[in-house]
């Protein structure tokens, strides 16, 4: 017999996943640079040429035996000590090594989080517009995923709407800003009203609630803003980082949880991840990731090209007739469809060779996602295809 509940899963495959697989069966038969496939996350600028002497440094200079060896259960210390002190340094924070969990990126940190933090039967919130991954990361510990509604105006949080669903099941509440796919940048204020709204519900209800921060965007943010650090605003705060769109690395599967240290439990639910790793196999990211990542924490890729690509689709989308918020940072970008089923929209897109992405399984109907971490020459060349498939399919004058 097999697990049913892994079976049944075969069904519900990731939606951008099969269009992006769907975008290369395409691009072989017509070409890629044809196929405007505007599906799969995948950051399109090089990572720092730091990063590439720091491998090298690393693969020349290192002693292989601790270059290739066992990195110990919760990380490697010096790695540790590094990352705590890039975030004291950035954020005005007070994190110590025994704060830091080095992990497998952004969605391991999660499922640790998730694991230190729940028990089966609680309720985790969160806010739609969500990555869809978030059901299963928090279905498989046993807690139940609820969503709470968005408000499309801004992709902010519907406070009242969050407040009336946070009951005394609620073991956590998970929120991801710059948000993947609205590109939404919760601001201070919002931050500050969440924080507060917690505080009142677990002095209230006599347990914990604890706010899982999932920030692979965190340093992708436009117009010289810049993202509040979450765990500044709220004690029992777990950051789950990954070094994937900041560094451009996402194939190197690297980043770490941070245990805001006014938690009183800070340093025991790091040690608790270590045993949580030994349940699901997680058993440390790699040494040579962890030391090479070490020695840029505080550089990135060069966003502006994604900058360039926002202001180019949105230009061209509200000027076709397109609901759309102006997103703040990532690089996607979060329209309204042009009639009730985004995902009729969709097919009808790729009739024109347009890949992009129906929301329902983002918990927002009726609005689709573009992925805009693609080339500037692409996305010029996609904007008068893009307005032939709005006259052609919608009758509009564009």
Do not use: W
């Given at each position: 017999?097999?697990?049913?509940?892994?079976?049944s899963?075969?069904?519900?495959?990731?939606?951008?996943?099969?269009l992006?697989?769907?975008?290369?069966?395409?691009?072989?038969q017509?070409?890629?640079e044809?196929?405007?496939?505007?599906?799969l996350?995948?950051?399109?600028?090089?990572?720092?040429?730091?990063?590439?002497?720091?491998?090298?440094?690393?693969?020349?200079?290192?002693d292989?035996?601790?270059?290739?060896?066992?990195?110990?259960?919760l990380?490697?210390?010096?790695?540790?000590?590094?990352?705590a002190?890039?975030?004291n340094r950035?954020?005005?924070?007070?994190?110590?090594?025994?704060?830091?969990?080095?992990?497998s990126?952004?969605?391991a940190?999660?499922?640790?989080a998730?694991?230190?933090?729940?028990?089966?039967?609680?309720?985790?919130?969160?806010?739609?517009?969500?990555?869809?991954?978030?059901?299963?990361?928090?279905?498989?510990?046993g807690?139940?995923?609820?969503?709470?509604?968005?408000?499309?105006?801004?992709?902010?949080?519907?406070?009242?709407?969050?407040?009336?669903?946070?009951?005394?099941?609620?073991a956590?509440?998970?929120?991801?800003?710059?948000?993947?796919?609205?590109?939404?940048?919760?601001?201070?204020?919002?931050?500050?009203?969440?924080?507060?709204?917690?505080?009142?519900?677990?002095?209230?209800?006599?347990?914990?609630?604890?706010?899982?921060s999932?920030?692979?965007?965190?340093?992708?943010?436009?117009d010289?803003?810049?993202?509040?650090?979450?765990?500044?605003?709220?004690?029992?705060?777990?950051?789950?980082?990954?070094?994937?769109?900041?560094?451009?690395?996402?194939?190197?599967?690297?980043?770490?949880?941070?245990?805001?240290?006014?938690?009183?439990?800070?340093?025991?639910?790091?040690?608790?991840?270590?045993?949580?790793?030994?349940?699901?196999g997680?058993n440390?990211?790699?040494?040579?990731?962890q030391?090479?990542?070490?020695?840029?924490?505080?550089?990135?890729?060069?966003?502006?090209?994604?900058?360039?690509?926002?202001?180019?689709?949105?230009?061209?989308?509200?000027?076709?007739?397109f609901?759309?918020?102006?997103p703040?940072?990532?690089?996607y970008?979060f329209?309204?469809?042009?009639?009730?089923?985004?995902?009729?929209?969709c097919?009808?897109?790729?009739?024109?060779d347009?890949?992009?992405?129906?929301?329902?399984?983002?918990?927002?109907?009726?609005?689709?996602?573009?992925?805009?971490?693609?080339?500037?020459?692409?996305?010029?060349?996609?904007?008068?295809?893009?307005?032939?498939?709005?006259?052609?399919?919608?009758?509009?004058?564009?």
């Amino acid at each position: 017999m097999i697990a049913e509940q892994y079976r049944s899963m075969l069904g519900q495959k990731s939606v951008i996943r099969q269009l992006s697989e769907a975008a290369g069966r395409r691009a072989q038969q017509i070409g890629a640079e044809n196929v405007f496939d505007y599906s799969l996350g995948n950051p399109s600028v090089p990572a720092p040429e730091a990063f590439r002497r720091a491998l090298l440094s690393l693969v020349e200079e290192e002693d292989p035996m601790r270059l290739h060896g066992y990195s110990p259960t919760l990380g490697i210390p010096s790695v540790k000590k590094a990352i705590a002190d890039s975030l004291n340094r950035r954020f005005d924070m007070e994190y110590g090594p025994e704060h830091i969990f080095p992990v497998s990126a952004a969605a391991a940190a999660i499922a640790h989080a998730l694991r230190a933090v729940t028990c089966p039967g609680d309720e985790v919130l969160t806010f739609a517009p969500f990555f869809p991954e978030y059901h299963p990361y928090v279905e498989l510990t046993g807690a139940k995923l609820r969503v709470v509604p968005a408000d499309t105006t801004s992709f902010q949080i519907d406070f009242d709407a969050f407040e009336k669903m946070l009951g005394p099941k609620v073991a956590a509440v998970l929120v991801n800003t710059p948000n993947n796919p609205s590109g939404a940048v919760y601001s201070a204020a919002t931050l500050a009203r969440l924080a507060e709204l917690m505080e009142k519900k677990a002095a209230e209800y006599g347990h914990d609630i604890f706010l899982i921060s999932d920030e692979p965007y965190r340093e992708i943010v436009f117009d010289g803003q810049t993202q509040p650090y979450v765990s500044k605003f709220y004690r029992n705060t777990i950051s789950c980082y990954s070094f994937s769109k900041a560094l451009s690395i996402p194939g190197e599967r690297i980043g770490y949880l941070a245990v805001n240290p006014a938690c009183p439990e800070a340093a025991e639910i790091v040690n608790m991840c270590g045993q949580i790793s030994r349940g699901i196999g997680h058993n440390c990211p790699s040494s040579l990731m962890q030391l090479a990542v070490a020695r840029v924490l505080d550089q990135t890729a060069d966003f502006s090209v994604y900058e360039k690509n926002r202001n180019l689709l949105y230009d061209c989308l509200t000027d076709c007739g397109f609901e759309v918020v102006k997103p703040q940072g990532t690089f996607y970008i979060f329209p309204k469809a042009l009639e009730e089923d985004a995902a009729a929209f969709c097919r009808k897109a790729l009739d024109y060779d347009l890949v992009l992405v129906p929301a329902d399984s983002f918990g927002c109907p009726g609005y689709f996602r573009m992925a805009y971490c693609v080339g500037t020459e692409k996305v010029e060349r996609s904007l008068p295809v893009l307005r032939r498939f709005v006259r052609e399919t919608y009758g509009r004058q564009v």
